[in-house]
């Protein structure tokens, strides 16, 4: 997707949800086996809460590509994330910074983040902060 999700006018999200619905009913029919079939399911996932937001009234807390952090410094290894499938889970590696890849909207003014590197997973966005790129120290 080219243009940002949240930028879109209406006209321009709703064709490009109908188009992913499409593509995820193609793809899930068994009329064809078709290897991309659970980005499809991903990216109707993502522009229906996209959708949902605009609905509900809310703006995303970060944008694609800003850099984030955990909020409280805690170790890495104390935070999880479930999958869409809700049944493994994932640490993130190291302290960060981390890129935002998709800022994904869940309903409820609740929000989940996923990172370029490890996009299929889905942080919860409050464990978050973001940084400007000046706050970001380089090792080395």
Do not use: C
């Amino acid at each position: 997707m080219a243009t940002y999700a949240y930028d879109m006018g209406h006209q321009g999200l709703l064709d490009a949800m109908a188009h992913a619905a499409a593509e995820t009913g193609i793809s899930g029919s068994g009329l064809v086996i078709d290897p991309a079939a659970p980005f499809h399911r991903e990216e109707y996932h993502y522009l229906r809460g996209v959708v949902l937001a605009r609905l509900e009234g809310q703006e995303p807390p970060v944008r694609r590509g800003d850099q984030v952090v955990y909020e409280d410094e805690r170790p890495s290894d104390t935070f999880h994330s479930e999958n869409q499938s809700g049944h493994r889970r994932k640490t993130l590696g190291d302290t960060g910074p981390y890129i935002v890849y998709r800022v994904w909207y869940l309903g409820d003014g609740k929000w989940a983040l996923s990172f370029e590197g490890s996009h299929e997973w889905r942080f919860d966005n409050s464990k978050f902060k973001k940084v400007e790129l000046e706050d970001v120290s380089i090792a080395g």
